[in-house]
């Protein structure tokens, strides 16, 4: 069946209710045809809600003005409301993952919650991506490639949607010269050191040329690979839920009981929730050998702008974060509801005790941060080392060069969530300053933790 507003239509059934329709707009083929037709849709009556284009400008490209041009062009004659929009890509890193993310945040701000943002991705669009992935060694949820369907943002934000997915681009040209459209061309899509143009125009013709049906072929596996992709999820949905901690962390022995290939679905699932990439191959074989399977393990392994350690048969993704400035050796003169911000480090609040804390008199306090062999005598208590002190307290690895401590004449006289110095502490019903250490936020969370009962 050749491509026709009413095929439209009927794709336009599949997607979810909104008020505004907003044609994603570069002024090529695919776009065009997509709001063209859209445009012979609302003229009919058949199409529920307003339509408008987005065009956005990256400026890469000497033509970029003249496409920008060409579409406010178009828009004029079909009296369709246009918004443009110049983005700066950044020139470090891939250029085109960059412009990606320039693009979808100009897609969030400009679609309004009741709002439907429109891709014309095609099949061949479809066929070219399953192939990259599938040279790249992409698991089932990236093999499903391009989704017909996804939130542009968090849950009550608006939605994107590709009518055209199962769509031939043959199709599309087709239907733009049967109404006389005008398009632009990118002539860097003839580029063919480019992976994506190679398929293109090189080695998937050479399929169609032995096996001409592939398209069809290769959309039912694509379907059987979503179904794969969201059973999938739904199982590490499950496991997360079963696996994480109060902390945000997984615990290591539950995680151990299941089998490795769970194990990594898991992973994948709890990367993808915490805003990263989905980890590849090699760094699953290397989470599992070298920290997983090590039941003792303290190691630490560098992800992506995260760092992944373990404490107590617990896995935590921290924030990459560098260690506390040093601070200047200021005299500090502490006062009940003070607050003291620490650079890199969250902050210091004083409060007033009428139970234990230091005792009143205590001048000439220094802020400081270990150095090694620090020790302290708490009251009652035999005199131990700052590391000791740590161990016996719990305190997380990542955070023991980061406790601020407090000395008098050189003498560390307190340790913020540790004790007081016996020599430091106030007497028995006297006014006393308790500290209190603000940590700062270094383990990455998801948004909202389910935590079981």
Partial sequence: MDFSPAHLYQSLHQAPPCREYVVALSGGLDSSVLLHALIQLQQQGMLEGSLSALHINHGLQAAADSWQAHCEAICHEWGVPL???RVAVASEGSQE???REARYRVFRARTSPNGLLLQAHHLDDQMETFLLRLLRGA???GLAAIPRERRLGGESSAKLFRPLLRVPRSQLVDYARQVGLQWQEDTSNLDQRHDRNYLRHTVLPQIESRWPAYRSSWEKSLELLSAAATLSQALAEEDLKRLETARGSLDLSLLRQLAQARQKNLLRYWFSSLGLEEPGWNLLHSLQQDIIDKSHSDGALAVQDCQLRVFNDELYLLEERSLPAVLPDDT?????GQSLD??????????GSVASGLKAGLESLQIRYRSGGEQIKLTDRPQKTLKSLFQEMGIPPWLRDRVPLLYHEDTLVCVPGIGIAEQAEAPAGES???VHWEIPSLI???PEIAIPD
Avoid: K, V
């Fill in 97 to 99: 993952n960059a412009a």
């Fill in 432 to 434: 006393a300053l308790s």
């Fill in 332 to 336: 500090l003169l502490l006062a009940t």
């Fill in 444 to 446: 990455r969370r998801r």
């Fill in 83 to 85: 918004h443009c929009e």
């Fill in 139 to 141: 698991g089932p949820g």
């Fill in 342 to 351: 620490l650079p890199d480090n969250g902050c210091l609040q004083i409060r």
